[in-house]
């Protein structure tokens, strides 16, 4: 049972029943079924049993839990995440991932190919599945566009999906090819699943290393231009409105970018796109000491660019807010700048964050926040989370949304300790994670 300084993450055993759940006090959030309003629900044999002002007649909860100035909402769910196994079980395995998860409030994830070796075939898809059965998060993988994500070859969609594919992209990739491009929307549309887009020019961005700004030539370091992010975001949307496949657009960072989007959505297109966190909290000048643990691909923009991103949550352009969890050991950290790898870890973050940038300055509303965390991210996945409809799956976040903290990394669940939010004061952050019935997080 991993234990963090009071906080604990429970074992998952499926063959053993649900306890029944009664949640008292609480302000439940549902968007699909327009509830917001402080109530009584009951779980029971792993589902809603239902949500009213007193637990149905002849409810007999085995576990009770006090909710009283929390939030109740469906299951968080992380659409972008590198669990890193398999090949890099040093930097995250999907055990510690989806504890770090449970601690972050999401009953699950969705988890990007670029493993080693990449999730582009039948076996490999089935493995993450298995490897995941008693974890206290569900886990999705996202299947490799080409093989290897090489760029080279398609991969075979068809047995993926079978396996249990809901998703494919060639996160850290962006398919150069064009026309190989357009096979793999018209693939995507025949099994009903969309592509998710990691859009960079790579010859605009290559041995480069932040945003080519005025920050970045004053820090010395070669910068990367936002029109690498705008021009392929463009081409794909303009190749899945050709086939009319869906889209789905990673990790938005620029004003070019959710411009695009927003102007593509306007015309019917179906397109829907992400931000994270370190986008609406961080800009350029924040690299001004040269911290690795801020350094990500894309890269931290300019005011303007995140003014942007918080306008797109804010007007519905940007659908779901998904963290890009990216482990890294501290060697690959723990270098200069133009050495360090890019990415950041994000699960154990991304709410408060967004608690904090987001719902406490008054850019989006409680519900907003749950239809981005939660409703979204299931409905574009075609996955059954996202609500608290009677007889849905009892994947529930209890979020403390007033809790005062300080981000410290030494006490995560995940394996690694990159986070850009490390020092920095939060508020709010998950109480308790039900998954299916079963309490598998506490604080």
Request: glycine share 8%; with cysteine.
């Amino acid at each position: 049972m991993p234990e963090k300084r009071g906080m604990v993450v429970f074992p998952v055993d499926p063959r053993e029943r649900p306890p029944s759940v009664l949640v008292t006090g609480g302000r439940v959030i549902d968007p699909v079924n327009g509830i917001d309003d402080y109530l009584t629900m009951a779980l029971a044999e792993g589902v809603v049993a239902g949500v009213g002002k007193a637990a149905p007649e002849g409810f007999q909860p085995e576990v009770t839990i006090d909710a009283k100035g929390m939030w109740v909402v469906p299951g968080l769910m992380d659409m972008h995440v590198h669990l890193r196994e398999p090949g890099s079980e040093d930097k995250e395995t999907i055990a510690t991932g989806t504890q770090a998860a449970a601690a972050g409030g999401f009953t699950a994830l969705a988890c990007m190919p670029n493993t080693n070796p990449a999730l582009d075939e039948e076996s490999k898809i089935r493995y993450v599945i298995q490897r995941s059965e008693q974890c206290p998060c569900r886990v999705f993988p996202v299947g490799a566009i080409t093989t290897d994500l090489a760029g080279e070859k398609l991969a075979p969609f068809g047995e993926m999906v079978r396996a249990g594919a809901r998703a494919f992209s060639d996160d850290g990739h962006s398919v150069r090819n064009s026309y190989m491009m357009r096979n793999a929307f018209n693939y995507s549309k025949s099994f009903g699943v969309p592509l998710i887009c990691h859009c960079e020019d790579h010859t605009l961005t290559g041995n480069r290393h932040m945003n080519e700004s005025a920050m970045s030539t004053r820090l010395g370091i070669r910068g990367i231009p936002s029109i690498a992010e705008e021009i392929i975001v463009a081409r794909d949307i303009m190749i899945a409105e050709y086939t009319g496949a869906r889209v789905h657009i990673a990790h938005v960072t620029t004003a070019g970018a959710v411009h695009i989007v927003r102007e593509a959505k306007a015309r019917g297109a179906a397109v829907t796109c992400e931000t994270c966190p370190h986008y609406f909290t961080f800009v350029d000048e924040d690299l001004a000491t040269y911290d690795t643990n801020k350094k990500m691909n894309p890269p931290l923009r300019t005011p303007r660019d995140r003014q942007a991103v918080i306008d797109g949550l804010a007007d519905g352009t940007i659908d779901v807010i998904a963290s890009d969890h990216a482990p890294h050991c501290a060697e690959e950290k723990d270098v200069e700048f133009a050495a360090a790898a890019f990415g950041v870890i994000g699960l154990e973050t991304s709410l408060a964050a967004a608690i904090t940038r987001l719902i406490d300055t008054g850019a989006l509303m409680p519900s907003d926040l749950v239809e981005k965390m939660s409703v979204a991210p299931n409905r574009i996945l075609n996955l059954d989370g996202g609500a608290l409809s009677r007889s849905a799956p009892a994947d529930v976040t209890i979020i403390d949304p007033s809790a005062q903290w300080t981000v410290d990394p030494s006490a995560f669940f995940s394996k690694s300790r990159n986070a850009p939010f490390a020092g920095m004061a939060m508020r709010g952050r998950a109480h308790a994670t039900i998954l299916g019935g079963r309490p598998v997080f506490s604080r």
